[in-house]
């Protein structure tokens, strides 16, 4: 097999269980802070909020000290541990702000009928937040597909993604400079991406508008 087909399935193999669970944990922290309010959630939300705008280059070192004392650094679950916790400041913000926008009758409703916690979040709130889910299943999707700064710190041998595969590609040294090869690695590096918005492009634009008001 090819290396540039490797790393092509290592970046996937590192991308879908990323994505899936820090929307999954964003979700339910957007669905806690919002509609099961508690005493210092607010201060919560700020300090994760904080996250947000927290450059990466902080988190390098502690993040690698705590892949070391895992037991997983330069591996493929070192890098998705990496980014769902850098993740979910933002996916928490998404359905945090999504979900204010939602009635408070309906989880009260379902309060008064004897459901709980879970069978709320599960059997109402969740399915009423496709459009939010698709923005973050596409915007986490498309960071973590085209990060490099943590692919190339925290990958090893055999797990480094496409994107640290097309800048080594790119930097070979060679007599002659074959840029139809990069530019066709590029191309095929952005494909995912690619397929990502021409398929749920319009439900991205269409969550992004959900509850602006």
Known sequence: IPLWLQMFGWALLMVVPAVGV???????NGYVLSKWKFRGSETLFALLLFGVFM???????????????FGIASSIWG???????????????????????LPDELVKAAM????????????IVLPLSTPITVV???????????????????????????????NNLANTTSSVKEYNVDMAAAMIAALPTLFVYIVAGKYFVRGLTAGAV
């Open 22 to 28: 820090s929307t999954m944990i964003g979700s339910v």
């Open 55 to 69: 450059p990466m280059q902080v988190v390098l070192l502690p993040m690698s000290q705590v892949l070391g004392w």
């Open 79 to 101: 890098l998705i541990l990496v980014h769902v916790v850098a993740g979910i400041p933002s996916t928490t913000l998404f359905f945090r702000n999504y979900y204010v926008g």
């Open 112 to 123: 008064l009928d004897g459901a709980g916690f879970w069978r709320i979040f599960w059997r």
């Open 136 to 166: 973050t299943l596409i915007w986490q999707f498309t960071n973590i597909w085209n990060d490099f700064l943590y692919g190339i710190v925290f990958s090893g041998a055999g797990s480094k993604p496409v994107t640290v595969g097309l």
